[in-house]
């Protein structure tokens, strides 16, 4: 035989046994199990309440605007601006990062929230709540329990899931955020100028999350811009009100831009896009009955219903339900929706009725199964969950006990995706006994959707 052959199916074997020597070493598929379950739209509807959502580029490597709802005429990039008044109860959303990886640069960037008043009286904006933090130092990610009480709410990982903790539990807001701002009139004000720190961090990376629930007595314009603080020495120092109209007037839409969003409607993979605009919708009310019409859920032994959470498109369970809040005014390449609805405050109340004549065991649980958009009437859970963490957040249980005391609770979740999760509530409800729960949280965003909510029964006694 040749060398040449020889060496050809040397080649030929070392190649096909080391694919075959990779293949073995590849970690096993994790098993999943399935779950039968009936599947339900979510009841309710989100209002009508505007949400001013900056969270497109999320990561923000230049100065700019990131978002302006302001008129486009006098501008420099007509572009950049929404042309949208605001007037009454509105929510600001925001959650932008800072990376020096990414800028070569340890500089501290601002993140800047003005408004306008465009009329010929005072506006008075009126700050309801709000809450704001930094990934390091007031909300490190780190490794939580899949379950813990939160009662105090001091239990959180990462900015989002403590902004959204804040206001479920409605805590006082800090001394930064004024009651109240009076804008006179054609002038212009700053709600909040907050730094991203990275120069002290390894690696030089932080983020900042924000919502506040406002309330503005006039139509005014708002905006948020990036701007790098102006360096003093070793200090920088905070952009004031002339350095953020600047920018208004005077830069682009910040960038580099994100992946611009695939088509709704679209069968193939999808992208879905970060948001920057204005979303219609802030608080999702619900009331979980077994129809329109009903006053109750009829549970008995055997009951297994799931309602979606936060679905989104090729994410319905097989419901047809989108939640995502339409976008009212957006920038041309970021999301079509308010995917994740980030900030929005579900507030469901389920009216529980026992249909037997036999105690039965109620649980509810939010779960993250594997995400699906085939009516499948089953949810998929990993057998043994990668950690990869797609919710972590508080729940508000509020119910009677089993000894018929009130009980108003805080549950923090931290859930991987697919993993099957112990229940929030557990009721033992007689034959016949009607009893209510109601549920609600802030979705965080820290967290990657949809989720379910799910109520199981079986007998005491089994």
């Known amino acids: 035989m040749k060398i040449s052959t ?98 070569k640069s340890t500089r501290t960037i601002y993140i800047g929230i003005i408004a306008h008043n465009p009329n010929n009286v005072s506006a008075i904006l009126r700050i309801d709540r709000a809450a704001a933090y930094l990934s390091q130092p007031d909300a490190p990610f780190k490794t939580l329990p899949a379950s813990s009480d939160n009662s105090q709410g001091d239990v959180y990982a990462g900015p989002g899931d403590r902004v959204m903790s804040d206001f479920l539990h409605e805590k006082t807001n800090d001394p930064i955020w004024p009651e109240s701002i009076i804008i006179p009139p054609h002038q212009t004000r700053v709600i909040a100028a907050l730094p991203i720190p990275i120069k002290a961090l390894t690696p030089p990376l932080n983020g900042l999350s924000g919502l ?98 936060s679905s989104i498109e090729q994410g319905t369970f097989g419901t047809g339900q989108i939640q995502s809040a339409a976008m009212v005014k957006r920038y041309a390449d970021t999301a079509h929706q308010s995917h994740g609805n980030y900030g929005v405050h579900y507030v469901l109340q389920i009216p529980l009725h026992n249909t037997n004549e036999i105690e039965t065991v109620v649980t509810i649980h939010l779960q993250t199964p594997l995400k699906s958009d085939e009516r499948k009437n089953e949810l998929l859970f990993y057998e043994t969950p990668p950690t990869r963490v797609f919710f972590r957040g508080t729940v508000r249980a509020r119910y009677k006990d089993d000894s018929d005391q009130a009980c108003d609770k805080f549950i923090h979740l931290v859930e991987n995706r697919g993993e099957r999760t112990g229940p929030l509530v557990q009721l033992l409800l007689k034959g016949g006994e009607r009893r209510k729960v109601t549920l609600d949280l802030f979705y965080p965003p820290d967290a990657t959707p949809p989720q379910v909510l799910t109520i199981k029964a079986f007998p005491l006694v089994q």
Do not use: C
């Open 212 to 309: 506040i629930s406002a309330n503005s007595s006039q139509s005014i314009y708002l905006a948020s811009l990036a701007l790098y603080g102006k360096n003093d020495g070793e200090v920088d120092v905070v952009p004031e009100l002339a350095d953020w109209e600047k920018a208004l007037h005077n830069d682009d839409l910040v960038r580099p831009r994100e992946k611009p969003p695939t088509q709704p409607g679209t069968k193939n993979s999808i992208v879905y896009g970060r948001v920057a605009g204005i979303s219609n919708g802030t608080v999702w009310d619900g009331l979980i009955t077994d129809g329109p019409d009903e006053k109750y859920l009829s549970v008995k032994p055997g009951t297994k219903i799931s309602y979606p959470i």
């Open 6 to 103: 020889l060496l050809s199916a040397s080649i030929l074997f070392l190649n096909t046994s080391t694919t075959a020597l990779a293949e073995d070493m590849k970690p096993a598929a994790p098993r999943i199990h399935s779950e039968a379950m009936e599947f339900r739209g979510l009841p309710g509807k989100l209002n009508t309440v505007p949400m001013f959502n900056s969270n497109s580029p999320e990561v923000v490597q230049s100065e700019g605007i990131l978002l302006s709802t302001f008129p486009a005429r006098e501008m420099k990039f007509p572009a950049a601006h929404l042309h949208q008044a605001l007037k009454g109860n509105f929510n600001i959303f925001f959650h932008h990062i800072s990376n020096g990886l990414l800028t």
